[in-house]
């Protein structure tokens, strides 16, 4: 049995027992909300003394209170007791340690229930901003390598089989544009965080006449939740964000996948500095790919946090239940998984080399000029399904004698269709197939550099907000 006294513990006749005590107790883990739940506390006693329930004084001697508690956290002195249950109950108790009588009143007009939903909104808020600039690094360094690599011809893939020839600044710059929603959706995500629950009391508001707008304001909410009973039980914010976090770690899953097959033997497409590779202990002559593959692997961590967190709220009645303690661990693991895998490829992009003449030699294997054929038949008055069967007997005659299309010669392809001239050469070459995408959004080199040069105009834009 426990013998610290609980802030709560008047009514009670017994003390809490061990077990039950560590296990009801999240301070190990919402110690992290340490500086939001001061920043709410501050900006709570200021709108306290404004409606005339805290004395300037005592306002100010709980501030500076608080203040002197931030420093003894932030060095590591602070004492946190796990029979104080969480954050905000080992922060007031210290608190009225410190300053007496003045901090027993802070709590006035407040609930730990929409005492911890507003710190987790200000978490989630700071979080939010933090990872917006590791995807705005990741994309200024895709941008960066798509400019340099807009003439650079690669294999497009469909089924992983060589389809069509693209431009590699044209395939980064696909990354970019996945990357550009994610960060939207962040954005968006950010309106519904930035919310603030304080007021809301246990749920049904409080006796005192609170300025909840002075509060929201000083805390940089753009207002008030609207319902007591809303604001201190959803946590669909966090069950937001860890989707908004999910589409994002499937993309850089994506990346990731891509990145281990270019940099194999059998692709060698890239290379990765040494400084995000990893060798093996038994094999002298491996490198590997890890940062990627890490990457990859803890997309699955994230999607179940999502998962975890959908399944807390599922069945939860209104207003505030224990369960909501359980949101923190896998929100907080969503927020470091992210923000580690972002910062990871922000990192790596600059470094990454791709191999040009290997990605060139492999566009050339694989028949990739076939549609351009196909059009140019098209544009000689041949259906297209006609022209689809001709080219696919090209490809045949091929196949058949180890020929690329542009090597097959002019008397062979006018067998196939006298529509056929020697200009046809031009469009078989990977350089005029890729030439020829030359629209919004397709390939071109010049295409590419003109994305490229919205695309920053927009990150600039971006920046100035
Ligand atoms: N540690 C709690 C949580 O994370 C704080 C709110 C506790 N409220 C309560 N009524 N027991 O949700």
Same mark, same amino acid.
């Given at each position: 049995m426990s013998s610290e006294p609980k802030p709560w513990a008047g009514r009670f006749t017994e003390a809490t027992d061990a077990f039950v005590e560590a296990f009801t107790a999240s301070v190990d883990f919402d110690k992290r909300l340490a500086p939001y739940d001061i920043q709410g506390s501050i900006a709570h006693a200021a709108m306290l003394k404004r409606i005339g329930v805290l004395s300037e004084e005592e306002c100010q001697i709980i501030t500076q209170g608080l203040e002197q508690i931030r420093g003894e956290i932030e060095r590591g002195e602070f004492s946190w007791s796990v029979k104080l249950e969480d954050v905000h109950m080992n922060i007031e108790a210290r608190l009225t340690e410190r300053v007496g009588e003045a901090g027993k009143k802070l709590h006035t007009g407040r609930s730990r229930n929409d005492q911890v939903a507003t710190d987790v909104r200000l978490y989630l808020r700071h979080?939010?901003?933090?990872?917006?600039?590791e995807i705005l690094r990741l994309q200024t360094g895709l941008l960066d390598l798509a400019e340099r690599e807009a003439d650079t011809?690669?294999?497009?893939?469909?089924?992983?089989?060589?389809?069509?020839?693209?431009?590699?600044?044209?395939?980064?710059?696909?990354?970019?544009?996945?990357?550009?929603?994610?960060?939207e959706r962040l954005l968006d995500?950010?309106?519904?965080?930035?919310?603030?629950?304080?007021?809301?009391?246990?749920?049904a508001g409080t006796t005192f006449p609170?300025?909840?707008?002075?509060?929201?304001?000083?805390?940089?909410?753009?207002? *008030?939740?609207?319902?007591?009973?809303?604001a201190v039980s959803d946590r669909d914010f966090a069950v937001e964000f860890t989707a908004c976090a999910s589409l994002i770690m499937m993309h850089l899953s994506r990346f990731s996948e891509e990145l281990i097959l270019w940099t194999s033997a059998q692709f060698d497409f890239i290379d990765?500095?040494?400084?995000?590779?990893?060798?093996?202990s038994i094999m002298p002559q491996k490198k590997n790919p890890d940062v990627p593959e890490l990457v990859r692997g803890k997309s699955g961590r994230v999607f179940g946090h999502l998962m975890s967190l959908l399944t807390l709220m599922k069945s939860q009645p209104l207003a505030y239940n224990k369960d909501n303690q359980e949101d923190k661990e *896998?929100?907080?693991d969503t927020v470091d998984t992210l923000r580690n895998c972002l910062r990871a490829f922000a990192d790596m992009m600059p470094h990454v080399r791709p191999n040009r003449d290997s990605m060139y030699n492999s566009?050339?294997?694989?028949?990739?000029?076939?549609?351009?054929?196909?059009?140019?038949?098209?544009?000689?008055?041949?259906?297209?399904?006609?022209?689809?069967?001709?080219?696919?007997?090209?490809?045949r005659l091929g196949i058949e004698t180890g020929r690329d299309l542009a090597h097959l010669s002019l008397t062979e392809l006018q067998r196939l269709s006298a529509t056929i001239g020697p200009d046809v050469f031009e469009i078989l070459t990977l350089e005029g197939?890729?030439?020829?995408?030359?629209?919004?959004?397709?390939?071109? *080199?010049?295409?590419?550099?003109?994305?490229?040069?919205?695309?920053?105009?927009?990150?600039?834009?971006?920046?100035?907000?």
């Open positions: 979080e939010i901003d933090r990872i917006i600039r011809i690669m294999p497009g893939f469909t089924h992983l089989q060589v389809a069509q020839p693209v431009s590699f600044g044209h395939h980064l710059l696909a990354w970019y544009e996945m990357l550009s929603r994610d960060r995500c950010r309106k519904r965080v930035n919310i603030m629950p304080l007021g809301a009391a246990a749920l609170l300025d909840r707008f002075y509060t929201a304001e000083l805390l940089g909410f753009d207002r *008030p939740a609207a319902n007591s009973l809303d990765l500095p040494d400084a995000f590779c990893t060798g093996s *896998p929100l907080f566009a050339q294997k694989g028949y990739a000029t076939a549609t351009d054929l196909a059009d140019y038949l098209v544009r000689r008055g041949v259906p297209f399904r006609d022209a689809h069967e001709i080219v696919g007997k090209a490809v197939s890729v030439r020829a995408r030359n629209h919004f959004g397709g390939t071109a *080199p010049d295409q590419v550099r003109a994305a490229v040069k919205q695309a920053r105009q927009r990150l600039e834009e971006v920046a100035k907000t």
